[in-house]
């Protein structure tokens, strides 16, 4: 392999170095530019589309939230962090926020043991696979907006279908609109709905992709299915669990669709007691108030919740990744000895950090350790 | 000259990529198809469990919209099969002037079509570009879009309203399309497909056959790709098709898509619950049909999509 993957030049090629110059003509030229600039096009469109379309509005968003700003009389004077002040001192805009946790929490986490559930059924060896893989995926395609309209029926506090049933086994129906819990149950139900068979099926992916070796040591070593399923399975699946967990996390806490029509007039209820903090943007921007500046503030100060829980993730996600499932516990006097040998030994070369878990996902490595020129 | 010295500097790397793929396809083959034993019923059981729980609210959509609004208002559920006079329903929802129903289908259609094209287009040359060629700052280029992915652009929606509404695009699908043709999650799916579909002895033959950058894009790079880029393709259509947070800021209910007809339908017939679901299942109706005929291309893209990334 080594030989293969040289990049050095061939020893005899060098004898061209002797040569005189030759001139190039116009074609060569052409081509040599082409070369150099042709990478730089074809990564342009993005760069460009994103620079404009994304990354400058959520910068300026900040510009926009120190100023005096309407929808109507657009820019005004500055204004310092006044905007911020008005929306921290608004009650609507903690409840919101409130809101939006408890959305987020009673979405994800059931979410994720739902999901996980059923890849692993789907993992063994059934029959019509595709079939069963197609049809948890069915609610995907359902629009979010279209969701949020049947859910609003099926949760409807009279006549609705989840009552209905409640009635029928005998309990009390639920006050699925003007409770604020139930509310959030409701909504919840929503995400659950369209992205539990989605990630289940991320989830069977990696589930697919656990060598079949560690599942034939485990049953000689006696572990039944279940002992199986939590000290293979799961351990194996880490890197994708965080994944997911990540992704849930940043869309979860953007939730407006699902809300918008839950009612008639889809401002998150009489106390808003279900009013998320995207919805409250965009009350503030284009309903009541009208005010791009307070709008902006609430954009931005939800921008930087997102990337704190963001890092959060990231950092327990690295803490869990490193610390192996089974590892034994070890002495860090011993970590320590242990890692000047190998340093010693490797002649003070750096190097990757070996994994601690034999299967990462494939991404990521491919993309970072490719060497330029 | 300069083409040779981009061929003795990947000649090595082309090598060591193949073997890598030989050596990967070898271990799949041996890994595969050891468990044999089929699950018993209880599998079956759950599994058709969560079939009726993903299909029942599109049944029970398809069921309102073929009662009348009397029943309606009287029982949970008016009846247990739906019939043919949910058409009555379509047809009201499509001749509405309030819905917009055709104009609605029509603006949906141009946006998820265009963005999708736009989207594969520029995903697959970025992903040429970012896998097989070599310029200075790739790596920390390729790091940049990767976080980008994890970047809320959502909430930059006041200032790019604020820009639409200096270009004059408030109310124009121009709007919708634009700020969607580029997508950093598609330029980090096709560089990691190209990564490994694409030889590099494949694009140093054309080059030594002397097409240009582009030709050995657009006739080398461009067809292994197909397969990632239909997939690609696919995911920004459904994406596009049901994207409502922007479209409705910026569109209104007077020029809609669908999404936000589904919210016209709602304005517009206040409680008659047996017209909303109607038109609520007839918006539904074209992605239905698609997923139809595409819903195991989705399925094994979702599946490719994670082990990938």
Do not use: C
């Not at chain 1, 989830?203 to 399923?229: H, K, S």
């Amino acid at each position: 392999m080594a030989t293969l993957t040289s990049t050095e030049p061939v020893p005899g090629l060098g004898a061209h170095r002797q040569r005189p110059p030759r001139r190039l003509g116009f074609s060569q030229k052409l081509s040599r530019w082409d070369v150099k600039v042709s990478p730089y096009l074809y990564i342009s469109p993005f760069f460009i589309l994103f620079g404009i379309t994304g990354l400058f509005p959520l910068v300026y968003t900040a510009v926009v939230s120190v100023h005096e700003w309407n929808l109507l009389g657009g820019q005004g004077e500055f204004v310092g962090l006044q905007n911020f002040d008005d929306v921290l001192a608004q009650a609507v805009f903690w409840k919101s926020l409130v809101n939006t946790f408890s959305i987020f929490l009673l979405s994800s986490l059931p979410q994720l043991v739902v999901a996980i559930t059923i890849a692993a059924l789907l993992d063994q060896n059934i029959r019509n696979a595709t079939f069963w893989r197609m049809g948890v995926l069915i609610p995907y395609v359902v629009a979010p907006i279209a969701v949020s309209l049947i859910f609003g029926r099926l949760f409807a506090d009279q006549y609705g279908v989840i009552n209905a049933m409640l009635e029928l086994i005998g309990l009390e129906p639920v006050r699925w609109h003007s409770d604020r819990l139930a509310s959030h149950f409701a909504i919840s139900t929503m995400v659950n709905f369209r992205w539990t068979g989605y990630n289940a099926l991320i989830f069977l992916a990696a589930m697919q992709a656990v060598p079949r070796d560690l599942y034939e040591a485990a049953t000689i070593d006696g572990a039944g299915r279940a002992r199986q399923f939590f000290s293979v399975t799961i351990p194996q699946i880490r890197a994708t669990i965080i994944f997911v967990v990540i992704t849930a996390s940043i869309g979860g806490l953007q939730i407006f669709d699902e809300v918008r029509l839950y009612d008639q007039t889809g401002l998150g209820g009489a106390d808003r007691q279900w009013m998320t903090t995207v919805l409250y943007m965009y009350d503030v921007a284009w309903g009541g108030q009208r005010d791009f500046g307070r709008a902006a503030a609430v954009a931005w100060m939800l921008f930087l919740l997102i990337v704190l829980i963001g890092l959060i993730n990231f950092l327990v996600a690295r803490r869990i990744a490193s610390s192996g499932p089974r590892a034994p516990r070890v002495k860090r006097s011993v970590t320590k000895r242990l890692l000047q040998e190998a340093k010693a030994a490797g002649a003070g070369r750096p190097g990757p950090r070996a994994p601690t878990s034999g299967h990462g996902p494939k991404h990521s490595s491919t993309t970072t350790d490719r060497r330029n020129s | 000259m300069s083409s040779v010295a981009v061929i003795a500097q990947t000649a090595g790397k082309g090598a060591a990529k193949s073997a890598a793929r030989r050596r990967r396809a070898a271990n799949d083959s041996h890994g595969a198809g050891s468990a044999v034993r089929r699950p018993g019923w209880v599998t079956y059981a759950v599994l058709g469990l969560v079939l009726v729980l993903s299909v029942f609210p599109l049944y029970y959509t398809l069921l309102l919209g073929s009662s009348d609004q009397v029943s309606i208002s009287q029982s949970a559920i008016p009846q247990w099969l739906p019939d043919l006079s949910i058409l009555e329903r379509f047809s009201e929802v499509m001749a509405s002037t309030q819905i917009n129903f055709w104009l609605a289908l029509a603006n949906s259609t141009i946006i998820a079509v265009t963005v999708s094209l736009a989207v594969v287009l520029f995903s697959t040359l970025a992903g040429f570009s970012f896998a097989k060629l070599n310029f200075k700052g790739r790596g920390p280029l390729l790091v940049f879009v990767i976080a980008t992915m994890a970047v809320p652009t959502q909430l930059g929606v006041i200032p790019m309203y604020i820009l639409m509404s200096d270009l004059g695009w408030v109310g124009k699908i121009e709007a919708v399309i634009v700020p969607s043709l580029v997508s950093a999650f598609g330029v980090f799916w096709m560089t990691q497909y190209l990564e490994e579909a694409l030889p590099y002895e494949l694009v140093e033959a054309a080059r030594v056959d002397g097409a240009s950058m582009f030709r050995t894009f657009w006739s080398i790079a461009l067809p292994a790709a197909r397969p990632a880029a239909a997939m690609l393709g696919l995911f920004t259509f459904v994406q596009q098709w049901t994207n409502f947070f922007w479209p409705a800021i910026v569109l209104g209910s007077q020029n809609p898509t669908l999404p936000i007809a589904v919210q016209n339908l709602r304005a517009g017939y206040h409680d008659d619950f047996s017209l909303i679901m109607g038109g609520v299942f007839l918006v539904t109706l074209p992605l239905l049909v698609i997923f139809a005929f595409v819903g195991r291309q989705l399925v094994a893209g979702i599946m490719q999509g994670a082990v990938k990334g």
